[in-house]
């Protein structure tokens, strides 16, 4: 078996040397305190929900497609879901005198994400819409509703049950594992498994990799396409739901700008906006390898206004680089 040069390794594993460098970059600054269990906790509560996010549009991409109603797709799906968790009790509630079981505020927030990206889907898939304008689009419309359904005003005074889910931990003090990370491994495995180990897993890089050839062999494009933005609705309705249990409220601002946030994760993790190409195990090492800017940007005090020109520049860089990676490779 031929050995990797260091030229070759760099290229290859160029998102895990990336996240390694700045985890012992930020272990200098900080004198080792990024590295407590404190820090990391710190740091999977804070990207979890994003990672939901990511994974979602991460899938989308490696069909060389784009979506832009992440944030208010999310957004709206974290209103629905604590609308149906607020205490009964409470007279600003939308449904004030009610009380449903926990389960009700989880199904309807992931519904109304998995109703969103079924839209997407059909928009793209047989409405044969750009995903730049038909995920547009969506995002309008997803604001929309939202501004709609909770009047603009903030919906809160979530029960404690609800709460809990994304709220609480695990195991000893000293180290206890947050619930949202554990979501996070498992939602991660079950992607994984549908993208590596399934027939339409296979198909949505085929179809990434070239649309048309796709069609020729036999794959149905437009139900691949209607599956896979539909999955990744179902995805932001999860980070919805769990986004509003950990804040313990909803808003008209609650996940702005996530889209920007999950596009830079999965462009930073690998894959490739040209299709065909990228690893879950990339997509959330993107995640946490944004997260871990965003940590040692805010420990240095750089104002967060700057923190969206570095984000912004981290994305226009990842697809440069990638676009004269896979240039090099035609």
């Known amino acids: 078996m031929k050995s990797l040069t260091f030229k070759e390794f760099l290229t290859k594993y160029t998102t895990f040397v990336t996240f390694v460098v700045l985890v012992f970059l930020l272990a200098i600054l900080t004198r080792g305190q990024a590295l407590s ?53 409470y007279e600003s509630a939308i449904y004030f005198g009610h009380s449903f079981p926990l389960i009700v505020p989880i199904i309807t927030g992931i519904c109304a994400g998995g109703l969103l990206g079924l839209f997407n889907g059909v928009l793209v898939a047989y409405g044969k819409l750009p995903p730049f304008i038909a995920t547009l689009g969506t995002m309008s419309i997803a604001r929309g509703f939202q501004l709609i359904y909770t009047k603009a005003a903030v919906v809160g005074s979530l029960n404690s049950n609800f709460k809990s889910l994304a709220q609480n931990s695990i195991g000893p003090s000293f180290f206890s594992i947050p619930f949202l990370g554990i979501y996070v491994v498992l939602i991660t495995i079950v992607v994984w498994v549908l993208l590596r180990h399934t027939k339409q897993g296979t198909n949505f890089y085929a179809i990434g990799g070239n649309a048309q050839a796709a069609r020729v062999s036999g794959i149905n494009v437009e139900r691949n396409l209607l599956c896979v933005y539909s999955y990744a609705g179902l995805l932001y309705g999860m980070a919805g739901v769990l986004l509003a249990g950990r804040l313990g409220l909803a808003n008209a ?26 690893t879950v195990s990339g997509m959330i090492i993107g995640v946490f390898t944004m997260g871990l800017i965003n940590y040692g940007m805010s420990f240095l005090s750089i104002d967060s206004y700057y923190q969206l020109l570095v984000k912004g520049g981290i994305i226009i860089a990842a697809v440069f680089f990638d676009m004269k990676k896979y240039a090099r490779r035609a």
């Open 37 to 89: 269990w404190a820090s990391v906790k710190t740091l999977i509560i804070a990207e979890a929900v994003r990672a939901f996010a990511s994974l979602g549009v991460g899938m989308i991409i490696i069909t060389k497609g784009i979506d832009l109603s992440i944030g208010y797709v999310v957004c709206l799906c974290a209103s629905v879901a604590a609308s149906f968790a607020q205490v009964p009790t």
């Open 253 to 278: 601002l609650t996940a702005n700008g996530m889209e920007l946030d999950a596009i830079a994760a999965v462009t930073v993790g690998g894959v490739s906006q040209n299709g065909g190409v990228g």
